[in-house]
């Protein structure tokens, strides 16, 4: 009988379990290393995405939710410039694996900005790193990644955005691709800007985009209008010397400043300088009130004939061949009447009046490029009486805007700024003519836009008041006629002021509505009256016919004979 040895089924199960175990075992190891080698991948990917090899230093975020540069606003909080992340598209010819013509075409078709030849050329340079696109979109980046070229290579890092393009570039400025500012107030606040410990907070300009866009508006058209070279505009607060708006045509896209031309990077408004004609004759009569040599508006002065100084003759451009008051020289804008005061002031008084204004130095507004004045070298008998209406001195648009501010605020020059300041924050200022003086300045100017050279500049109900101003431009050791400098500061509302606007606009030519006339009151006039109809409500004054600064005492001083053309082109 044989004997049958049968194998237990625990034994051949504990086989089983072994060799379960060491194929799981195996499997396990199969997928960790996967899931190694896939997050090795994924690491390498994300690597490459976020650092070029080889690529030019650039600012990156020290904090994820901190930009690099802090965000510029205008006094409402809206975006004026912003960083942000965003993608560039770049290459390294060097390492280039695939068919350079294969990926040159597909380049040109995906980025036609250049010619399959171009990228040809650029994928055979040898070169370790070109850029092929900056500021990218993720459909294009995603776009360029399906080529399957490891040369390419993607980025994420930090631009520089002006969200309204052309408007106030000139304020702002520019930074480079490299991080560094160029100009404007972005170079006036680059430590502030960059300073860790405020980039998480905006600065906030004086500047109101709403005004600004429509000083732009109506000064571009104007310009258009007049085939004018150039044109600058201004609106200044006249308590706190903040500036609301500040405009230079043409401008430039801060987005791409390297596409305009040099002088449309010049800021007209604060470093080119003009001899602004008749705007000064307010400063003269203000001078003189202040100085005791105007005593009475009723003192008359002999303007029947051309002032002959030497081998000069002051001439006014529509004679009224008569003796005019105070008032009347300023809304017949007699060159000749306001010589004649000047002649009684004398140099060293204009001289005094004119430092206390700033005319002598250049501004102190936070922008880095300011024109300083062209002051005479030599005060004869003569210059002070030209000076006295405009012309033998010229100033920045800025200057004049801060001069008229402190003739009718009550007296007081302020520092402009174009920060936006807090009502603690408004600097004293100091004195240049008492509160009484400006208060007949407010009465000479409201008289010179209801009765005088500034009628086209009125706009219905905002009781603006100011002073046209036209001078020719110097040329050859002399003047050009037919190249003029138009320009016209007003102040509004005129009972109570606010805001002084200055628009200029820079060789106009006149028009068949204006009769050929390019003067200030036929073609700045009325920009003025247009921009203030619209920046009128968004700042807070409301057109009020009822109201009005009294000149009662002064409207029966202005002799209108019948027949008079009602429109002075001064």
């Known amino acids: 009988m044989s004997a049958v040895i049968a194998t237990p089924d625990r034994v051949r199960l504990a086989g089983q379990r072994q060799q379960t175990i060491a194929l799981t075992h195996f499997r396990l190891m199969v997928v960790m290393l996967l899931f190694m080698g896939v997050t090795a991948v994924i690491a390498s990917r994300l690597a490459w995405l976020s650092l070029f090899e080889d690529r030019p230093t650039r600012s990156v975020r ?11 606003v205008d006094r409402n909080g809206v975006p004026l410039a912003r960083t942000f992340d965003a993608w560039s598209i770049a290459i390294h010819p060097q390492k280039l694996v695939g068919d350079p013509r294969e990926v040159a075409a597909r380049l040109a078709e995906l980025m036609p900005e250049r010619t399959e030849a171009q990228y040809l050329a650029i994928l055979k340079s040898r070169r370790k790193f070109v850029y092929l696109r900056q500021r990218a979109l993720p459909e294009m980046v995603k776009a360029v990644n399906a080529i399957g070229e490891p040369a390419i290579a993607f980025g994420r890092e930090p631009e520089r955005l002006y969200p309204q393009g052309t408007l106030a570039s000139h304020v702002l400025g520019w930074v480079r691709g490299d991080g560094s500012a160029v100009s404007g107030m972005e170079l006036a606040l680059d430590g502030r800007l960059i300073d860790p410990a405020r980039r998480g907070e905006p600065a906030a300009l004086s500047i109101d985009v709403r005004v600004q866009a429509a000083m732009e508006a109506e000064l571009h058209a104007a310009m258009i209008k007049h085939q004018a070279v150039g044109a600058s505009g201004l609106v200044l607060d006249v308590h706190t010397g903040e500036l609301v708006a500040m405009a230079s045509l043409p401008s430039f896209n801060p987005n791409a400043p390297g596409r305009g031309t040099l002088g449309d990077l010049a800021n007209k408004a604060t470093l080119n300088v003009y001899e602004l004609g008749s705007t000064f004759k307010m400063i003269t009569v203000a001078n003189a009130i202040e100085s005791g040599v105007v005593t009475s508006m009723t003192q008359r002065y002999d303007a029947t004939a051309p002032l002959h100084v030497g081998r000069f003759a002051i001439k006014d451009d529509h004679p009224e061949k008569r003796f005019l008051n105070v008032p009347e020289i300023l809304v017949h ?12 002031l004398g140099p060293a008084r204009t001289q005094t009046m004119f ?27 003569t210059t002070t009486m030209t000076v006295a209406y405009g012309h033998g001195i010229a100033v920045t648009p800025l200057h004049l805007a801060n001069a008229y501010a402190a003739l009718v605020n009550g007296g007081i020059f302020r520092p402009v700024t174009l920060m936006k300041r807090a009502p603690g924050q408004v600097p004293a200022g100091r004195r240049v003519i008492s ?7 407010r009465q000479l100017m409201r008289l010179v836009v209801m009765k005088g050279t500034g009628r086209k500049a009125d706009a219905a109900g905002y009781r603006l008041g100011g002073k046209t101003g036209t001078a020719e431009k110097p040329h050859e050791g002399g003047y050009a006629r037919n190249s003029l400098v138009s320009t016209f500061a007003g102040v509004f509302p005129m009972d109570n002021p606010r805001y002084v606007i200055i628009a200029m606009l820079d060789e106009p030519k006149g028009t068949a509505d204006t009769y050929g006339y390019a003067t200030a009151a036929w073609t700045v006039g009325p920009v003025i009256s247009k921009v203030v109809s619209r920046i009128g409500p968004l700042l807070g004054v409301r057109p009020d016919e009822q109201r009005d600064v009294d000149v009662s005492d002064l409207l029966p001083l202005i002799w209108e004979p019948k027949g008079a053309d009602p429109h002075a082109v001064e």
Not at 62 to 72: H, V
Not at 333 to 344: L, P
């Open 62 to 72: 020290a904090n994820g939710l901190i930009p690099p540069r802090a965000d510029i």
């Open 333 to 344: 804008s007699s060159n000749i009447g306001t010589a004649r005061i000047a002649d009684e």
């Open 435 to 441: 509160e009484a003086t400006s208060a007949r300045m």
């Open 355 to 381: 430092r206390k204004l700033g005319f002598d130095e250049a501004s102190h507004l936070e922008l880095g490029a300011k024109g300083r004045p062209i002051w005479p070298t030599f005060w004869a008998r």
